[in-house]
């Protein structure tokens, strides 16, 4: 009786660790799926620029833009391209591919090519329209709203038909990004802000203020 007893322990065990693992991968894949799609709002953003004869300024984005594609329909991982924009210095804009996985309940973020990116976001908020919450040493928010949920990203007669978007665009960071006929505004304002400035000089630093201790 004791050792039936015991097995029917070890049992329940099991069956509870799987029952756990499931609801978890479960949550994990509805958070994916809320958070698939297009994004746009303050993500902290910025870098700073050496000019030739030494002079350091810093330049903070005005927005981001941020497209989660997870890698198959239900993954709860994926792929992703933001696209930072900036009304003063010597790039109107700055762009990045990035990865991401959401296990149990955390996002993870992974920026080929700029580790310094790579971030966990924490404590967050989020449902079919509103996105935030905090990167892992930050005690700033970022706050984003969605401007379109996943679809099929890749029929661009539809999107055209259903929000709007003009074209896709190779950036000269080689990001593939959406753009909206705002973001096109917004991108010749930036332009007509930019004109005349030199272009020579480099970034030496950049960023989110948000994802700064």
Not at 34 to 58: I, N
Not at 169 to 176: F, L, T
Not at 201 to 212: L, M, P, V, Y
Request: proline letters at 3%.
């Amino acid at each position: 009786m004791k050792k039936a007893f015991s097995l029917f322990n070890i049992i329940a065990v099991i069956g509870l660790c799987t029952m756990f693992t499931s609801c978890n991968e479960d949550a994990d894949t509805e958070i994916s799926m809320t958070m698939s799609g297009q994004w746009t709002g303050d993500w902290g953003m910025y870098y700073g620029y050496t000019y030739p004869d030494g002079t350091y300024v810093e330049y903070d984005s005005y927005d981001t833009d941020l497209v989660f594609y997870p890698d198959y329909d239900y993954a709860s991982h994926g792929y992703g391209y933001q696209v930072d924009w900036y009304r003063t210095g010597p790039y109107e804009r700055l762009s990045y591919r990035f990865s991401w996985n959401v296990v149990n309940g955390r996002i993870f973020l992974t920026y080929p090519g700029y580790p310094e990116y790579d971030t966990t976001i924490r404590d967050y908020r989020l449902n079919n329209n509103h996105f935030t919450g905090y990167f892992i040493n930050s005690s700033t928010p970022f706050d984003l709203i969605k401007i379109a949920d996943y679809y099929n990203w890749y029929d661009y007669d539809y999107l055209y038909r259903s929000h709007g978007y003009v074209y896709l665009e190779w950036d000269w960071d080689g990001a593939y990004y959406y753009d909206t006929y705002y973001a096109k505004m917004r991108k010749a304002e930036a332009t007509a802000d930019n004109a005349g400035k030199p272009s020579v000089g480099r970034i030496t630093k950049r960023g989110s203020r948000f994802a700064e201790k």
